[in-house]
């Protein structure tokens, strides 16, 4: 590993990264890798966790495609130097920011969107110039496996390298010394990234989990509110970051709303039934899913299979904040609902827990809509629909206190991997007395003037 990042601390200190040029073809060099190969991923990522080809497509690698789209339209204007008003104090000369690389980078990803979170902070370092080693999760194994092979294959790793493993191999990797972690995972691993890169002052972007809610008022659209919440929450089997972890509905609609949730899963039967709908990723996984469904409050769904690692979509009714399931994200197909009966209360108590990754409102209320917005802090969000915020690239993606810290996607994404450099130039035509000695008490005067002014 050493002499990895050494390799890597060369090439970036041989000033290669630097060109926008360099930069714009090694991204098209990862885009034909991955559109060279996307039969490959489909297989692997079928072994892992039979997700089906249509999701890898577009909750995977469409996304990554857009991205790279986004960064080749924009990134020239990203790198130009930015010109700032210029003050007084400072006359003559102007001041101006450049966006400079930070150097050799590390991504270290999770498993449940084993590309897209793995490649599109990697896009973000390659656009601002970084070397990069990616670090993917070690649990959907055949994925990291072909992710190895394809980048190895084109990529010389002095500029972008794969490291393969779990806790030891990231341990090592954490002990190097990286100008930049990006690090996408569990809260509390999350700790431990932030704790080793505090020792070497490595600047972080940590992009954590939690329990994001989604509120249902009576002002909502209902069918579109069911049908929009089902899909977000049993996407990817619930195994998807900001997936709403729960729903908080006005009491006076419990009723309708279960049961209308209930009728569009029956009518996505077809994604839920067959080899479009996920596994649960692992036997450790599985089984702590399922204790989390208490069988006295299930109100549709419920069932579930070993063999498979299946677990039907379920709706949990009577659920209260005391509820084991409320105590824990639970990033699997089971969607809690809970009851409110003032909305002001139950913005109250979304924010008396840790802040969320996401929130979402399901209301036609203007009221409603400032009060969530203005009242309540989380990472980023939506208003009547859920997830698809993250698709927007021109909205930086991340969260806030336990969800994470710091953002990325399109500029946001540029923005994390450059360091802005603060540039005043002086020109040598004039030079005022004002700051040398022999001080008095007139050139305090004037002083005090301008710093009026
Ligand atoms: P995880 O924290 O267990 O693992 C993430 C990465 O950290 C993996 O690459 C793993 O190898 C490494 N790791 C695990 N334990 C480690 C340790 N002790 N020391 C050093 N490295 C270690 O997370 P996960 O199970 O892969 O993913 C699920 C979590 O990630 C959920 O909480 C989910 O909400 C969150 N997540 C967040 C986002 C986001 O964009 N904010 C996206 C996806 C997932």
Not at 116 to 135: C, D, E, H, Q, R
């Amino acid at each position: 590993m050493e002499k990895l990042i050494q390799k890597q601390k060369d090439f970036f200190h041989s000033g290669q990264t630097l060109p926008y040029a360099f930069r714009i073809k090694q991204l098209e060099t990862l885009e034909s890798a991955l559109r060279d190969n996307e039969k490959l991923f489909e297989e692997a990522i079928y072994n892992d966790f039979k997700k089906s080809s249509f999701d890898t497509f577009t909750t995977e690698l469409a996304l990554i495609y857009s991205e790279i789209k986004e960064v080749k339209r924009n990134l020239h204007a990203w790198m130009r130097p930015k010109g700032v008003p210029n003050n007084l104090i400072n006359f003559p000369g102007k001041s101006y920011i450049l966006q400079e690389p930070l150097g050799v980078t590390l991504v270290i990803s999770a498993w449940n969107y084993p590309f897209l979170l793995l490649f599109t902070p990697a896009i973000s370092a390659m656009a601002a110039g970084n070397t990069v080693v990616l670090k993917p999760s070690e649990i959907p194994s055949a994925t990291a496996k072909v992710i190895d092979a394809i980048i190895t294959a084109s990529f010389d790793p002095q500029y972008v390298a794969v490291v393969q493993g779990g806790v030891t191999e990231t341990t090592q990797l954490l002990k190097q010394d990286f100008d930049k972690i990006f690090f996408t995972g569990s809260t509390q691993v999350g700790r431990i990234i932030y704790r080793a890169a505090a020792e070497k002052l490595i600047p972080v972007t940590l992009e954590l989990g939690g329990k994001s809610p989604a509120i249902v008022t009576p002002s909502c659209n209902l069918k579109m509110t069911a049908k929009r919440l089902v899909w977000g929450k049993f996407l990817n089997a619930g195994q998807t970051c900001v997936a709403p972890d729960y729903v908080l509905v006005h009491e006076s609609m419990e009723p309708s709303f279960l049961a209308t949730c209930r009728h569009e899963i029956e009518k996505a039967k077809y994604a839920f039934d067959n080899d479009n709908y996920c596994q649960i990723i692992n036997d450790a996984n599985f089984k702590r899913l399922v204790a989390l469904i208490d069988k006295d409050k299930v109100y549709s769904g419920g069932t579930f299979d070993a063999a498979t690692r299946y677990i039907a979509p379920t709706l949990l009714r009577h659920i209260s904040f005391e509820d084991k399931i409320m105590k824990e994200e639970i990033f699997g197909p089971i969607l809690p609902v809970l009851t409110y009966t003032n909305f002001t209360e139950a913005l109250q108590q979304i924010k008396s827990l840790p802040k969320p990754l996401s929130a979402y409102l399901f209301s036609e209320s203007k009221k409603e809509k400032k009060e969530m917005l203005q009242t309540v802090s989380f990472g980023g969000g939506a208003i009547n629909d859920v997830v698809m915020h993250l698709a927007n690239p021109n909205l930086p993606f991340g969260g806030i206190g336990a969800s994470g810290m710091g953002s990325y996607h399109g500029k946001a994404g540029f923005m994390a991997f450059s360091h802005q450099k603060s540039i005043l130039q002086k020109a040598n035509w004039l030079e005022l007395p004002l700051k040398y000695s022999p001080v008095s008490a007139k050139k305090l005067w004037f002083i005090r003037q301008v710093f009026k002014w």
